[in-house]
């Protein structure tokens, strides 16, 4: 299958999200569509985390995003719950200045409070617009991609240097470029393709269209 927007929006909880969830895609797919990636909190109450943000947009550099395509929001890191309605509120004016064709978000499988409530409010913000679920690893149990997207070699390499940009988080093992690229190999197995990037189907509005020769 084929697919396509002309806009595309990654929505992450957190700098990192995006990056470990899609970063192949957003590689794949950095000069076909207008993209747009926006994270909601920039994490910065941990001193440890101080220069996460820059390295966020280092990351994102490298995946072939421009910094003004990449926005990085104030909300406070694992009070998300508490600030549901201003989330919300975030997200309808996303809506009506960027009116994405397509959104990626966390998936329903993740169990970390902010990545859930994030999910839920694009669902309600983005009604009548396709969703996507991406897997942060290390929060997500049970997620099974059913939408699984070819991305090749390049992409690839591209993700496990954008995490890399992530010094602040370089021992943790989901950074690890082997484990990385293990996800990429089977999500590709269970699509049998090389590599692939995986997500689940949160909500998809189509139409269909009639094919050459028939």
């Known amino acids: ?6 806009k595309v929006l990654f ?3 957190h700098p990192d999200d995006i990056e470990l969830g ?3 895609l957003i590689s794949n797919i950095v000069d076909k569509a207008e993209i747009l990636c926006a994270t909601l909190s920039d994490n910065q109450n941990n001193a440890a985390l101080a220069g996460l943000v820059e390295e966020h947009y280092s990351s994102m550099a490298i995946l072939g995003m421009a910094r003004e395509d990449v926005t990085v929001g104030k909300f406070e890191t694992r ?3 508490r600030d549901r309605q201003q989330i919300l509120e975030y997200l309808y004016e996303l809506n009506v200045r960027f009116q994405p064709d397509l959104v990626f978000v966390h998936t329903r499988a993740d169990i970390h409070q902010d990545h859930q409530v994030v999910t839920d409010e694009a669902l309600r913000a983005f009604r009548g617009v396709s969703v ?3 897997d942060v690893l290390r929060s997500s149990y ?8 070819e991305v090749d070699e390049q992409d690839v390499e591209r993700k496990l240097n954008a995490l890399s940009a992530y010094e602040t988080y370089s021992q943790r093992y989901y950074f690890d470029p082997e484990v990385a ?3 990429l190999v089977r999500h590709g197995a269970l699509a049998e393709r090389p590599y692939a990037e995986g997500f689940d189907i949160l909500r ?3 139409s269909f269209a009639k094919g050459d020769g028939i």
Do not use: D, E, S, W
């Open 22 to 24: 899609c970063g192949a």
């Open 132 to 134: 996507l679920g991406f």
């Open 11 to 13: 929505l992450g909880a």
């Open 79 to 81: 009070n998300f719950p």
């Open 181 to 183: 690229r293990a996800t």
């Open 1 to 6: 299958m084929q697919f396509y927007g002309k």
């Open 204 to 206: 998809i509005v189509g």
């Open 142 to 149: 049970g997620f099974f991609p059913h939408f699984l997207v």
